[in-house]
């Protein structure tokens, strides 16, 4: 038998979610039958599985040891050493200026984030930002239940720029929530092929996923299993010589590959992008990964635990955008 005290990171949450972050080596449908038969109790009692727990409950699990996976220890995120650029932190949040080419979680493919802060492999952005928490003191595991700092946003390998991790439960939720309702505003720079057909527009077509090639389609029509996409763009500078544009995007919608599938769609694809584009001479000319950076973040109005963040724009130095070189005068 296993005892977990509900912490501040803990409580607020469903005793059936709590579980699945606890032990995450135990199947659903074992997880409910288990609090059906009593062997995961609330301080003793029978419980519920949508029952809410408060911060100084104690859940008790009779369950078999193997499920309960090992978590990384204290001083093994102590003894690393840490390499992040921070473009903004405080006490309940932490942005990073991700470079090309870096996992953001283990077992990252392209842009898949798992969003449980669990954390394996020692390349990745949440690895490092678990372990620069840890060596601060403001994240120490061996305390933790079923929360570890984690990620909010989803950005993929070969993409650079902003991602924006929470250091508590309370802000994990409240990010989520805005970025959920539209309430965090993010743009991004791309170098793109030629010139824009338009100087701004806004894209409004549907995505559908093609799961054996990992790619995505974008179609003018709505088909079976095809999510909306809108995107807006306004160019920033054209580079004559070299046929190349400097887009400013707006996401409204946030699916995958969403930019480059959307500018590829209208004969714009990005530099250095093979899957929705011919990317050879841009390899040659040191392209190893599309031309597409998360640059800046704002916050827009709401009432929650990050409401001192209305308003407040986040933005990475120019300097670290590789691909702005192509439109310097």
Same mark, same amino acid.
């Given at each position: 038998?296993?005892?977990?005290?509900?912490?501040?990171?803990?409580?607020?949450?469903?005793?059936?979610?709590?579980?699945?972050?606890?032990?995450?080596?135990?199947?659903?449908?074992?997880?409910?039958?288990?609090?059906?038969?009593?062997?995961?109790?609330?301080?003793?009692?029978?419980?519920?599985?949508?029952?809410?727990?408060?911060?100084?409950?104690?859940? +008790?699990?009779?369950?078999?040891?193997?499920?309960?996976?090992?978590?990384?220890?204290?001083?093994?995120?102590?003894?690393?050493? %840490?390499?992040?650029?921070?473009?903004?932190?405080?006490?309940?949040?932490?942005?990073?200026?991700? *470079?090309?080419?870096?996992?953001?979680?283990?077992?990252?493919?392209?842009?898949?984030?798992?969003?449980?802060?669990? *954390?394996?492999?020692?390349?990745?952005?949440?690895?490092?930002?678990?372990?620069?928490?840890?060596?601060?003191?403001?994240?120490?595991?061996?305390?933790?239940?079923?929360?570890?700092? /984690?990620?909010?946003?989803?950005?993929?390998?070969?993409?650079?720029?902003? $991602?924006?991790?929470?250091?508590?439960?309370?802000?994990?939720?409240?990010?989520?929530?805005?970025?959920?309702?539209?309430?965090?505003?993010?743009?991004?720079?791309?170098?793109?092929?030629?010139?824009?057909?338009? &100087?701004?527009?806004?894209?409004?077509?549907?995505?559908?996923?093609?799961? &054996?090639?990992?790619?995505?389609?974008?179609?003018?029509?709505?088909? +079976?299993? /095809?999510?909306?996409?809108?995107?807006?763009?306004?160019?920033?500078?054209?580079?004559?010589?070299?046929?190349?544009?400097? $887009?400013?995007?707006?996401?409204?919608?946030?699916? %995958?590959? +969403?930019?480059?599938?959307?500018?590829?769609?209208?004969?714009?694809?990005?530099?250095?992008?093979?899957?929705?584009?011919?990317?050879?001479?841009?390899?040659? +000319?040191?392209? &190893?990964?599309? *031309?597409?950076?998360?640059?800046?973040?704002?916050?827009?109005?709401?009432?929650?635990?990050?409401?001192?963040?209305?308003?407040?724009?986040?933005?990475?130095?120019?300097?670290?955008?590789?691909?702005?070189?192509?439109?310097?005068?």
């Amino acid at each position: 038998m296993r005892e977990f005290k509900i912490n501040s990171n803990d409580a607020g949450q469903r005793l059936d979610k709590f579980v699945q972050k606890a032990v995450k080596g135990m199947p659903i449908s074992l997880m409910y039958k288990a609090i059906r038969l009593k062997k995961i109790k609330v301080n003793r009692k029978r419980a519920e599985q949508k029952q809410i727990l408060n911060e100084g409950d104690v859940v +008790q699990m009779f369950l078999n040891e193997d499920l309960f996976s090992e978590k990384i220890t204290d001083n093994e995120l102590l003894t690393i050493k %840490t390499d992040l650029k921070i473009v903004y932190e405080d006490e309940n949040l932490l942005i990073c200026d991700k *470079a090309p080419g870096v996992l953001v979680h283990s077992g990252d493919g392209d842009g898949q984030v798992s969003g449980d802060g669990d *954390a394996k492999d020692r390349n990745t952005l949440i690895y490092h930002i678990q372990a620069y928490l840890a060596q601060k003191g403001e994240y120490v595991p061996s305390n933790e239940n079923s929360f570890a700092p /984690a990620l909010c946003n989803r950005i993929d390998r070969n993409t650079g720029g902003m $991602v924006i991790s929470a250091k508590n439960a309370i802000a994990l939720r409240d990010v989520n929530e805005r970025i959920k309702n539209n309430k965090i505003t993010k743009k991004y720079l791309c170098a793109v092929h030629g010139s824009l057909p338009e &100087k701004s527009d806004t894209l409004c077509d549907f995505l559908i996923k093609d799961s &054996k090639n990992n790619k995505v389609k974008v179609l003018k029509n709505k088909a +079976q299993g /095809a999510k909306e996409i809108i995107t807006k763009y306004k160019l920033i500078s054209y580079n004559r010589e070299k046929d190349i544009s400097l $887009v400013e995007i707006e996401l409204v919608t946030g699916r %995958t590959h +969403q930019i480059r599938a959307h500018m590829a769609s209208i004969g714009n694809p990005l530099l250095g992008d093979g899957k929705y584009g011919v990317n050879e001479k841009d390899r040659k +000319q040191g392209y &190893k990964h599309q *031309a597409l950076y998360s640059y800046k973040l704002t916050f827009e109005e709401e009432c929650d635990s990050l409401s001192y963040l209305n308003k407040k724009t986040i933005a990475v130095e120019e300097g670290e955008i590789y691909f702005l070189k192509e439109f310097k005068k």
